[in-house]
């Protein structure tokens, strides 16, 4: 199933699709028939289309936007009843990037464009004494690494200074074998003194928690979503335009639309 997982992510790049479609209409113009040489004409234009009408972010962030206006940022919660925080995966550089040592001689922690997964929590737990914190990723790697994401969590927040709160190893939690959503929800239910029929809350990024919540929730855990990072805010200016920007906006848009179906139909949330 993780295999597959990986499979589907690779066809949710507008990227792959334009290559595609290039190296076929190249291939089809050059070592076919002649017959065959107008559609590989047609698909090179396709895959210029494509390539050019992706750049256009209004249309993905749309979408985007309509997932991250399903769960808005709670105002004036009160955290007194929650058992703790947790954390999922993503926010982290993968682990060959984490090369260059700190001071202490570890390795120096990277944060990617989904950085608000990993600093959200650290105010809250600051100021709520009674909260716990679960970080839950391993590695999404298909060839895994040598220091999983929860390592890699565990240096950053010590340098945030979260080991030195009051009862830290009785606070903060690390589940180090997951390598997606589901797992994620599963295994973290089986770490040790963790009871999901209580209160926590979940942290991810605005544009997953739709996905989230409903593998959360079909796990057993009691969860109240804390969206952050968000990608497309209240409105997009229909002039914005970028290559780069729009194939990312795409390829967040179709990974969560492929992983809510895939999720649904497997019974997973």
């Not at 597959?4 to 190249?26: E, N, R």
């Not at 074998?177 to 209580?198: F, I």
């Not at 409903?214 to 805010?233: C, L």
Request: one cysteine or more.
């Amino acid at each position: 199933m993780f295999v597959l997982s990986k499979i589907l992510s690779f066809i949710t790049q507008p990227l792959a699709w334009v290559a595609l479609a290039l190296g076929l209409g190249v291939v089809l113009q050059t070592f076919w028939p002649k017959q065959w040489a107008q559609l590989g004409r047609r698909l090179c234009w396709i895959a210029l289309g494509v390539l050019l009408l992706q750049g256009w972010q209004p249309l993905p962030q749309f979408g985007i936007r309509q997932l991250e206006s399903r769960y808005p940022v709670p105002q004036d919660l009160d955290l007194s009843g929650f058992e703790g925080i947790v954390v999922l995966g993503g926010a982290l550089e993968a682990a060959y990037l984490w090369q260059a040592p700190d001071l202490n001689g570890r390795p120096q922690a990277q944060l990617n464009s989904a950085a608000e997964r990993m600093t959200a929590p650290i105010g809250l737990l600051k100021s709520h004494p009674h909260l716990k914190l679960i970080f839950t990723g391993g590695s999404g790697e298909m060839l895994g690494s040598s220091l999983s994401e929860a390592q890699r969590a565990q240096i950053f927040y010590q340098d945030m200074g979260l080991m030195d709160l009051p009862q830290a190893d009785q606070r903060l939690y690390f589940e180090a074998a997951s390598r997606n959503t589901y797992e994620n929800a599963v295994l973290s239910a089986k770490l040790p003194n963790v009871d999901v029929s209580k209160p926590w809350l979940l942290v991810t990024s605005a544009f997953h928690m739709p996905r989230s919540m409903a593998v959360f929730q079909k796990a057993g855990w009691n969860v109240t979503p804390y969206a952050v990072d968000f990608r497309a805010g209240a409105q997009t200016p229909w002039t914005t335009y970028s290559l780069q920007g729009g194939a990312t906006d795409w390829g967040i848009l179709l990974h969560e639309w492929i992983g809510t179906l895939y999720y649904a139909l497997t019974h997973k949330s």
